[in-house]
Every structure is written in structure tokens, then in C-alpha cells.
Nanobody, 127 residues
Framework: QVQFVESGGGLVQPGGSLRLSCAAS????????VGWFRQAPGKEREGVSC????????YYADSVKGRFTISRDNAKNTVYLQMNSLKPEDTAVYYC????????????????????WGQGTQVTVSS
């Protein structure tokens, strides 16, 4: 069973940057589609970004497009989320999640499609 450990969260001022890491153990991330999700208190879990299993195609929520970049390093068995130009509304617990295959008609931003989840890392954007 694959396990994930997220790291890199913390407190940052608006306009600042953070780089989140999702380090996998127990299995190779090369065989998984990996997504980043976030959840703020009292709000629904939101898909932030995703990188495909096959060819590294990336997807982003409209709210983060142009500011966040997802990447994969299979040699290090790690997926990253570079977050730039952070805004207070980015404040949330960020989770790394993975699934080998989406179901037919599945969409990358649907949390129910993902099987394996990390414990989350807190990102707080405040002055």
C-alpha cells in the first residue's frame, strides 16, 4: 500500500511562495495519477492540481492557474506543488492524493476518485 507524507506547509505573507512535497513510500508514484486537494474549515474539499500517470499532463483549478505548478520526479518518488503569489484565500490544509486509474467519465478534481491520501499539511497565508 502506498503511503504519502506531505511537507513544506507553513505561514507565509500574501504574495509569497511555498513549495509542497508529497513523498511516497511503499510503491512507485510512476504508476499513479497524483492530485493536490485543499480544504478550509467549513468548506468543501477542492481539487487544486493534478498530474497524470502516463505523460505528465497537468491540470489546475481556475483559482490557482498561473500561480501554482505541479511537477513529478519519479527518481525521487515525489510530487511537488510550487505555489507562488499566494493569497489569503489559499489558506487551507493541503492533501496529496493518488489513484492508479480514473473511472470512466471520472474527472481529476473529484476527490471521490482518489484512493490513497496523505495526512495533509497546513498552509496559512496572512500578513
Amino acid at each position: 500500500q502506498v503511503q504519502f507524507v506531505e511537507s513544506g506547509g507553513g505561514l507565509v505573507q500574501p504574495g509569497g511562495s511555498l513549495r509542497l512535497s508529497c513523498a511516497a513510500s511503499g510503491s512507485s508514484l510512476a504508476y499513479y495519477r497524483v492530485g493536490w486537494f485543499r480544504q478550509a474549515p467549513g468548506k468543501e474539499r477542492e481539487g487544486v492540481s493534478c498530474i497524470s500517470r502516463s505523460d505528465g499532463i497537468t491540470y489546475y483549478a481556475d483559482s490557482v492557474k498561473g500561480r501554482f505548478t505541479i511537477s513529478r520526479d519519479n527518481a525521487k518518488n515525489t510530487v511537488y506543488l510550487q505555489m507562488n503569489s499566494l493569497k489569503p484565500e489559499d489558506t487551507a490544509v493541503y492533501y496529496c492524493a493518488a489513484v492508479q486509474w480514473l473511472s470512466y467519465g471520472g474527472v481529476w478534481y473529484n476527490a471521490r476518485d482518489y484512493v490513497y491520501w496523505g495526512q495533509g499539511t497546513q498552509v496559512t497565508v496572512s500578513s
